[in-house]
Each structure stands twice: as structure tokens, then as C-alpha cells.
């Protein structure tokens, strides 16, 4: 898959299988990870599901699964499940996404939308009375009828924009047309002249000229999403992703030997997949969070950028 990746020697005697369930948006970097790691650890067995991240969440703390893919932090709830059953984890950031806000090509009212104008679009008092472009901004008078398209309500990508946007996790207008497939959203907005929808920044690259990405202003004036404004912290819906790992789990060796290998290769494989490696330093610093064992999360409730959180400047 790609001529980046390190530690590919034959580990003799490695055998045993890996679990990993979660969060679709993690899931294509879980499974080139997976792919690659298999060529030259043939005995064990990866297997990666795509359940959604509160779904993942959910398999984790019952103990079904190793490790859990996430496009968010672990939740309050969650934790307090894990902690239920006895279940501790490491929590490791892996790469940057981002959510893009898109709409069909044919939309020529607008190129840059702020956070307040999407909080008016979807929002739960916008449900049954903000239907019209005009009613969010009246220069958009062009656009006629709005029609709007997201992820489910289980999926990771939901909670972080409705938390980042409306201000709280899952608080959304539901007269929306959601799907955990991404590809359905963009056929939906494709062939829309009127919609406008959301999906991670990589999904947005895959399908140039099916829809178009508008530039967000989250206080600071209009960014595009590209790679670069996210890797600077420029671009206002940027986040981690998450793998969270069970404890008890990483002391299997077979377990211990992937997520070795995930973490030294995380940054050319998220790369061929489509989102965005850390700086390296960010990856020094969460290796050492990995090989010290260290239990819970640094990231959940916490506000500021990922080197901010990871104390690297």
C-alpha cells in the first residue's frame, strides 16, 4: 500500500487476533494499518468493523472488542460503562480530520458559510421552520428551497458537529437526511442544487466536482478545508481521531505487536487514506503515552488543539 511503512519484520511465533470496531471515519486507516501489518504477521488474525463510534464504544466497554476506532473523545457515559465492567484504556490520537461543509456544484450564492449561519440551518428549533436558503442569510434569496443531509445519529462525525456548531453533543434538527454512508450523502447533495450536507474532509477530496466544499468562518474570517489549514489548527471543524485500547488487551502480545505497528506507521497510512499526519513530534509524544501504559483520557472535555492538549508546542 505504501513504501513508508516501518517495522515490517516477520514476528516469529506472533500469533492470537485482533479485534477493532468503531468509527467509519477511522475505519480506512484501521484497515490499511490491518492490511499492512498482516503481510508480515500472517498468523494473526485483524478483523475491522465499522459499527460507528458510539457503537464501538459500546462493543468496547461489554469487552467484545480490543480496540475501539473514534472520531471523538470517549464520552462521560461510556466511560462510566467501561468503568462498570471493570475496563480501562489508553486513548491514542492517530491523525487529523475534518468536517466539510458541502453543496452541489450548481450553487453559485455561496463560497463561505460561518458557524452561526450553519447553527440557524440545523439547529433543533430550525426543525419544520428554517426550509429556505433566504431564511438563513437573505442574500441567499438564489437558493430557493434548503434540503439538508448528515450523519447518523450514531456516528462520531454527528456528535462532533453538533457539538462544535450547536453547542451541544447530538443536538440537531431530525427533519434531516441522514445516513452513516457516506456515499449516500454525497448522491444526495450531487443531485440537489438546493442541499448542503456534512462528511469528513477526505470524503470531500474523494469526490471533487460531485460536490463542492465552502469555506467556514469560525470567527477569524473564511477557510477553506485543504490539509494545510488543518494541520496549522487554521480551519475551525478540524479534530483527532481516536483509537482507544483495552488495557487489558495490550498486554497480549499479538495486541501490543498492532498497535506498535499503528502508531510508527499511523502517519503514512492516514496520509494514503486521505487525512492528515500530526507532527512528529505529536507522535513521539503520544508513543510515550502508549509504552507507558498510560490509563484514561486527556482529550474528553477538553477544549484547544491537539498539541495544546498533548503539551507539545
Known amino acids: 500500500m505504501t513504501s513508508g511503512c516501518t517495522g515490517g519484520e516477520n514476528v516469529l511465533g506472533l500469533g492470537g487476533s485482533v479485534t477493532i470496531d468503531g468509527s467509519s471515519t477511522v475505519f480506512p486507516v484501521s484497515e490499511a494499518v490491518a492490511e499492512e501489518f498482516v503481510r508480515s504477521n500472517s498468523k494473526v488474525r485483524v478483523t475491522v468493523g465499522l459499527s460507528g463510534t458510539g457503537g464501538g464504544f459500546s462493543k468496547f466497554c461489554s469487552g467484545e472488542i480490543d480496540i475501539s476506532d473514534a472520531s471523538r473523545p ?3 457515559s461510556e466511560m462510566e460503562a467501561c468503568a462498570a465492567r471493570g475496563i480501562s484504556f489508553i486513548e491514542l490520537p492517530v491523525a487529523y ?6 453543496v452541489n456544484p ?7 458559510i460561518t458557524i452561526e449561519e450553519l447553527k440557524k440551518m440545523w439547529e433543533p428549533a430550525a426543525q419544520g421552520n428554517v426550509r429556505s436558503w433566504a431564511q438563513v442569510n437573505p442574500a441567499w434569496s438564489a437558493g430557493g428551497n434548503l434540503k439538508l443531509y448528515g450523519p447518523g445519529t450514531d ?4 456528535d462532533y458537529f453538533t457539538e462544535r456548531v450547536n453547542g451541544k453533543t447530538k443536538d440537531s ?3 434531516y437526511t441522514p445516513s452513516e454512508d457516506d456515499n449516500v450523502l454525497v448522491q444526495g447533495v450531487a443531485g440537489d442544487k438546493g442541499a448542503l450536507g456534512y462528511f469528513g474532509l477526505a470524503f470531500l477530496q474523494q469526490n471533487e466536482g460531485r460536490v463542492k466544499g465552502l469555506e467556514v468562518d469560525g470567527g ?4 477553506k478545508p485543504a490539509p ?6 487554521t480551519y475551525p471543524l478540524s479534530r483527532p481521531l481516536f483509537i482507544y485500547v483495552r488495557k487489558d488487551a495490550a498486554e497480549r502480545p499479538e495486541v501490543r505487536a498492532f498497535v506498535d505497528f499503528y502508531l510508527e506507521n499511523a502517519a503514512f497510512l492516514a496520509a494514503d487514506v486521505g487525512y492528515i499526519r500530526f507532527p512528529e513530534p505529536f507522535y513521539a509524544k503520544i508513543k510515550a503515552h502508549w509504552e507507558a501504559g498510560t490509563t484514561g483520557t486527556i482529550f474528553a472535555g477538553k ?3 491537539v498539541g495544546e492538549i498533548l503539551g507539545v508546542n
Request: with cysteine; charged share 20%.
Open 106 to 112: 450548481k450553487n453559485d450564492w455561496v463560497t463561505c
Open 173 to 175: 434538527r431530525a427533519d
Open 303 to 305: 477544549s484547544g488543539t
Open 97 to 102: 480530520d475534518a468536517l466539510s461543509i458541502v
Open 74 to 76: 470517549i464520552s462521560a
Open 155 to 158: 456516528s462520531g462525525t454527528f
Open 228 to 233: 494545510a489549514n488543518v494541520e496549522t489548527g
Open 220 to 223: 477569524k474570517g473564511c477557510i
